[in-house]
C-alpha cells in the first residue's frame, strides 16, 4: 500500500463509518454478515469495527484490518480484539488461517481486483467461506437509498481458484 493511500483513507473524520452504522440497511447487512460468519474470522477493511465487533459479540475469534491508522484506532477503542493497519493485497497473516473471510464493501476500491480476492483466498482456509459484500445504488445520496449483495464463497478442498 501506498502512503497516499492510506492518507487518502486517514483524511476521513474519525467518525466517519458512523454513517455506516445509523442507516437501518447498513444495520442490516452487517447483522447478517456476522451471522453468516464461522469459526476464526478475518474482517478486511474493518473501519471503526462496527462488524468485527458484532461477530465478536456472537462469541466468533475476530481479526481485523484495514488500510486507515484512524480506522484500527478506531477499532481497537470499540472492542477487545486484534486490529491491525493492513493493505488487503498483502495481508500479514499465514496462508489458510481463516475459517472465514469477511470482505465488507471494498472490493470496489481496489483495482486491479484480482491482487486483493488472490490474498483473501489465500488466507482463507480448506472448506472456509469467503462473505462478500458489495454496494450497489446510491449510497449516501439524497434518498439515502443503499442496497447491497452478499455472497459467500467457498474455498475448495484442493485450494482451487475461486
Known amino acids: 500500500m501506498s502512503l497516499k493511500e492510506r492518507q487518502d483513507w486517514d483524511r476521513y473524520p474519525p467518525d466517519f463509518t458512523k454513517l455506516f452504522e445509523g442507516d437501518p440497511a ?4 452487517a447483522s447478517l454478515l456476522a451471522k453468516m460468519a464461522r469459526g476464526r474470522v478475518l474482517d478486511v477493511a474493518c ?15 475476530v481479526t481485523a484490518c484495514d488500510i486507515s491508522n484512524q480506522r484500527v484506532k478506531a477499532a ?5 480484539a486484534d486490529v491491525a493497519v493492513a493493505d488487503v493485497r498483502c495481508l500479514p497473516f499465514p496462508d489458510r488461517s481463516f475459517d472465514t473471510v469477511v ?6 476500491h481496489l483495482d486491479p481486483l484480482s491482487d486483493g480476492l488472490a490474498e483473501i483466498e489465500r488466507v482463507c482456509g480448506e472448506g472456509g467461506q469467503i462473505l462478500i459484500s458489495l454496494p450497489i445504488g446510491n449510497v449516501f445520496g439524497v434518498d ?7 455472497e459467500p464463497l467457498a474455498v475448495s478442498d484442493s485450494g482451487g481458484r475461486l
Open 26 to 29: 447498513q444495520r442490516m447487512r
Open 47 to 61: 473501519g471503526d469495527g462496527f462488524i468485527s465487533d458484532l461477530m465478536r459479540r456472537r462469541g466468533l475469534e
Open 76 to 80: 481497537k477503542r470499540l472492542f477487545d
Open 103 to 108: 470482505a465488507g464493501e471494498i472490493l470496489e
Open 144 to 150: 439515502r437509498t443503499h442496497r447491497w449483495w452478499i
